[in-house]
């Protein structure tokens, strides 16, 4: 069936890096667009990237754009989001999202959990 | 972009209906017909529940349907049962590439 694995995330420090990964299983990674959306704690959804399916075009929200970076490796099935220049702000719960139906998040993964903190 | 605006929380007996808003601006909502809802239950991951506006993805129960008027789309929960309590997101794709969120609506089975 279709799953999307993230992994990555942890306790980083203000201003540090990190990079998330999310595997996906039982379809196409190819055929597919993706995003990458966040929940900080106890609060609502955030859209934050959008990868086209052959990885060409790149898409950010205000809040990340030019510190975080989407790319993709269709061979291995993942999809990354690699985060810089980390803000307490940043802190979250970050899933991955398939793009299907149209401009609609239809499969999500588990979703991993990155603290910022000084 | 700013996000969508829902109400905190709605609420409703088993077995009667619910309806949940969601607005927007012109610019996201009112121009496109690029809106869905999430479901999202405690501790887990969101589930989309419609797309466009008023589709139903397969499995999802014919008591849950959405509509849109303006800038505002709305959500209705009919033959409210335990299970559907969770939390509840809109979502429409904005220019140039990207998307926005609502704030969520817990909904809660009296």
């Known amino acids: 069936q279709v799953q999307l694995v993230e992994s990555g995330g942890g306790v980083v420090q203000t201003g540090k890096s990190l990079r998330l990964s999310c595997v996906v299983s039982g379809f196409t990674l190819r055929g597919y667009a993706f995003h990458w959306v966040r929940q900080a704690p106890g609060k609502g959804l955030e859209w934050v990237a959008h990868?086209?399916?052959?990885?060409?075009?790149?898409d950010y929200a205000d809040s990340v754009k030019g510190r975080f970076i989407t790319s993709r490796d269709n061979s291995n099935k993942t999809l990354f989001l690699e985060m810089k220049s980390l803000t307490k702000e940043d802190t979250a719960v970050y899933y991955c999202?398939?793009?299907?139906?149209?401009?609609?998040?239809?499969?999500w993964g588990q979703g991993t959990l990155v603290s910022v903190s000084s | 972009q700013s996000a969508l605006t829902q109400p905190p929380s709605a609420s409703g007996s088993p077995g009667q209906s619910v309806t949940i808003s969601c607005t927007g601006t012109?610019?996201?909502?009112?121009?496109?017909?690029?809106v869905s809802w999430y479901q999202q239950e405690s501790g887990k991951a969101p589930k989309l529940l419609i797309y466009a506006v008023s589709k139903r993805p397969s499995g999802v129960p014919d008591r849950f349907y959405a509509s849109k008027s303006g800038n505002t789309a709305s959500l209705t929960v009919s033959g409210l049962q335990a299970e559907d309590e969770a939390d509840y997101f809109c979502s429409s794709y904005v220019s140039t590439n990207s998307w926005v969120f609502g704030g969520g609506t817990k909904l809660t089975v009296l």
């Open positions: 999202a398939r793009q299907n139906l149209g401009p609609y998040f239809d499969s």
């Open positions: 012109s610019d996201d909502i009112g121009r496109y017909d690029y």
């Open positions: 990868i086209s399916h052959d990885g060409g075009r790149t």
